[in-house]
């Protein structure tokens, strides 16, 4: 192994930890999901809570501990990698694309363009040292290069070397002026960010206007590996406008920036409606959704990011009213407690997960950005006891904290939100926290080429990997962390961090915007939409925000246990041992008729007071899952068709399912209908030849919708319309609902309702005429769709009379 200069070599082994003991799980269920663990630590494990403030000496020696740290990193870097991209810390060599053992789509990252130290430019402006600096922008510009045949990520290469490279120029101009260094610079890295800019606009050559996931840098689109791209995810697509705002702006050339609010305004079309809420990974050219999960963890991220800073960047207000509504629904359907919990984009209240990723620890630090610190400081509590309990935030853990994936790659996610939630409190709480991130990184991760990853926070084993933004993020905002503001050649204050953390000054935005704000005719008008929150100039007192979770991973005795739990998602009114539990529930269930039932609870008549306690959770859900399965007018779905000789298309209102394909927009399914045989569906069919290819119509009862869903789709079904099976049930006396699953994703059909009055109309116009066709769409998708053939028969009208004039 080759041994770092300067006095790098402190160990030949790094220092190992020991694993905590093992845990046990005890989960209580309150609402949705509130999970604690037992107290089965030993004294000497459980971790301490500093509430004493800091005194001006230990964070100093803090701050200087933490550049010791960047400049460990660096110089291994300098001195044994560049100028590759990365470094490999215990090889304690350069990584380079096509001659390093590939790691898959990880290199998409990698461009043999230096990155790191393009990365790391500004790190060194805030650390103070321009003599460094000014060494490594006279490097970047004398060896850096971008004509490689090299397929890269669009995302990664905008944030990291654009990003870079933009920082880099500014803050060189910057420090021309006022400190009289760097007089021969003359804007070389702006040239260079534009180079790269322009390699990566063939990407943004697709229908919707939202750029591919990956570029070639010397081809563009236009190599074999690329012919099938499809595929990008949301924060992929939706964390460009920053960089490329600035590009335009700082070169006069507006592309860039057009491209990037196209992308944006697409992108916010494509977000649920309902929800507001966007999905993970979309098609570029059909803007359809391939994966619907929500969260604000990996893959969607920085979009969320951007849609703030974009507006306190650039003053442009449809970002604030996109921030806002966004916002607002990740509160209301993601955010439960402090934890942040994937829900369907389309269902919001179907979770889709049972685990969170070390991403969404970036969180509370936006949050307090827009002025919401309560939440920030629930969620970065959480986050704090997770890595106290596994030493480092794990890749991702699950609802009861234990690890689901155990690598930790030295992210910058946890200190960045420490560092604003100390920067807006003032709570010396912060400092101890970021105290205990840099002794971990100290502890487990420095070894004598650098600072390694962590293969499994478990075991405490390295991973051969220190990504760019160990220096570019993770040691600049534990730097400042621990740093006084007026000791640092910057105002801070004055740069917004992008989500890199390069800094790009505020008075970009005074630079003129290249476009032309326009509202979407479709986009009503919220009251949240403009809504501004400023963090309170007034100190905090986050203790009492975070005493009540002090324990929420390290644990109190519950009371009762859920193993044998029933919970109201999972009650089946069929299913007699549910019956049964129900019932030792102290639940009584009446009959009111018309498919409704009353639940009765009472104490007393529950078997023992664990199984009351259990009883009262039930009935708590039960509301909770009523009023979510009540839909809004937006969702409900039409079964429509024409009667033989006559011109009226009948319409029929129907609701949708939690399962399913959604017919949303244009989307439908047109096709003749059969009746299932036996009607309800739930056992045998005995004419599934004739249902093949043709929607189903089933009754209702005897067994669930999602089991009627399945036998349906295994018959060749291509939909299924379900009818009420109570008499005298409509539209227009009943509350619409959505049909419910069982959280498995397994339905790919569509599967409608239809209230009783509704389905005898449907049914009497099938029986007479077998051969008449069904079409299956969004109410309002069809109305759409009306209206357009309304206007382009007009339209032909007024043609043929004006040809008719003479």
């Not at 304690?92 to 790191?116: A, E, H, K, W």
Request: charged share 25%; proline share 4%; with cysteine.
């Amino acid at each position: 192994m080759r041994t770092v200069k300067d006095g790098a070599t402190a160990s030949k082994q790094p220092t190992r930890w020991t694993p905590p003991k093992p845990l046990t799980l005890v989960t209580v269920v309150t609402g949705v999901l509130v999970l604690v663990l037992s107290a089965a630590l030993a004294d000497d494990q459980i971790p301490s809570v500093p509430t004493h403030n800091m005194s001006n000496k230990e964070r100093n020696e803090l701050k200087e501990e933490s550049r010791e740290m960047f400049y460990h990193a660096y110089r291994a870097y300098m001195d044994n990698a560049y100028p590759a991209d990365e470094l490999m810390p215990l090889s304690c060599t350069g990584r380079y694309r096509g001659v390093t053992p590939s790691r898959g789509d990880l290199d998409d990252t990698l461009g043999n363009f230096s990155m790191t130290l393009v990365d790391t430019l500004d790190t060194l402006v805030v650390l103070g040292d321009l003599e460094e600096f000014e060494n490594a922008v006279k490097l970047v510009i004398k060896d850096v290069k971008f004509d490689n045949d090299i397929i890269v990520s669009v995302f990664e290469t905008n944030i990291r070397m654009i990003g870079g490279l933009l920082s880099g120029h500014i803050l060189a101009e910057y420090v021309q002026k006022q400190a009289d260094v760097m007089t021969w610079y003359r804007g070389e890295l702006l040239e260079m960010a534009k180079d790269l800019g322009y390699r990566l606009l063939p990407a943004f050559n697709t229908s919707t206007g939202i750029p591919h996931a990956r570029v070639n840098l010397k081809h563009g689109m236009k190599v074999e590996a690329l012919r099938h791209s499809r595929e990008t995810c949301t924060a992929c697509a939706g964390t460009i406008l920053l960089e490329f705002a600035a590009l335009s702006r700082l070169s006069g050339e507006p592309i860039f920036e057009v491209k990037a609010h196209a992308a944006m305004d697409s992108l916010w079309k494509m977000r649920h409606r309902s929800s507001e809420l966007m999905g993970t990974v979309l098609n570029v050219h059909s803007g359809d959704w391939i994966r619907r999960e929500s969260g604000v963890g990996a893959g969607i991220d920085s979009y969320y990011e951007y849609c703030l800073k974009s507006y306190i960047l650039l003053g442009d207000e449809r970002y604030l009213a996109r921030f806002n509504r966004h916002y607002h629904a990740i509160m209301k359907y993601i955010s439960q407690g402090p934890m942040l919990l994937d829900v369907q984009m389309h269902r919001p209240h179907t979770k889709t997960r049972n685990f969170m990723d070390a991403l969404l620890a970036f969180w509370p630090g936006l949050q307090v950005l827009s002025g919401d610190l309560k939440p920030a400081v629930q969620t970065h509590e959480m986050l704090y006891q997770v890595m106290q309990m596994h030493t480092f935030i794990p890749e991702a853990f699950t609802f009861d904290f234990q690890v689901h994936w155990g690598q930790h790659h030295l992210r910058p996610e946890f200190i960045e939100s420490t560092y604003f939630l100390y920067r807006a409190t003032g709570d010396h709480y912060y400092l101890h926290a970021g105290k205990k991130a840099l002794k971990a990184l100290q502890k487990h991760a420095k070894v004598p080429c650098g600072y390694a990853a962590v293969n499994d926070v478990r075991t405490g084993k390295h991973e051969d990997r220190m990504d760019s933004y160990v220096l570019s993020e993770t040691f600049k905002y534990l730097f400042l962390l621990f740093s006084d503001p007026a000791d640092l050649i910057l105002n801070i204050e004055d740069f917004i961090f992008t989500t890199e953390a390069h800094l790009l000054p505020l008075t970009l935005g005074q630079l003129g915007n290249h476009t032309l704000t326009v509202r979407d005719q479709d986009d009503q008008v919220h009251m949240l939409d403009y809504m501004r929150s400023c963090p309170s100039p007034n100190k905090l007192f986050p203790e009492t925000v975070r005493r009540p979770l002090r324990d929420l991973v390290t644990g109190v005795c519950p009371r009762i246990s859920s193993a044998k739990r029933l919970r109201a998602a999972d009650f089946q009114a069929s299913n007699t041992d549910h019956l049964r539990t129900v019932y030792d529930m102290g639940i009584t269930m009446v009959s009111l008729g018309e498919g409704k039932v009353q639940l009765l609870h009472s104490f007393h008549n529950a078997k023992s007071p664990e199984d009351a306690e259990r009883g009262l959770i039930f009935m708590q859900e039960m509301v909770e899952l009523s009023k979510s399965n009540s839909i809004p007018n937006t969702q409900l779905q039409a079964v429509a068709f024409k009667r033989e000789g006559d011109q009226e298309l009948h319409i029929l209102e129907a609701g949708p399912s939690h399962f399913g394909m959604e017919l949303v927009n244009d989307m439908s399914i047109e096709q003749r209908a059969v009746f299932a045989k036996p009607p309800k569906m739930c056992s045998a069919l005995k004419n599934a030849d004739e249902i093949r290819g043709k929607i189903v119509i089933m009754e209702r009862g005897d067994c669930t919708f999602v089991d009627k869903a399945r036998r349906a789709q295994s018959a060749g079904a291509v939909a299924a319309i379900v009818f009420d099976n109570t008499p005298n049930t409509s539209i227009n006396n009943q509350q619409m609902f959505a049909m419910s699953g069982d959280g498995r994703d397994d339905v790919q059909i569509p599967v409608v309702f239809l209230f009783t009055k509704e389905a005898e109309q449907l049914i009497a116009a099938v029986k007479k005429q077998p051969s008449l066709e069904l079409t299956l769409m969004s109410v309002t998708g069809l109305k759409e769709k009306l209206a357009k053939q309304r206007a382009d028969t007009l339209k032909t009208d007024k043609k043929s009379a004006s040809k008719a004039t003479p």
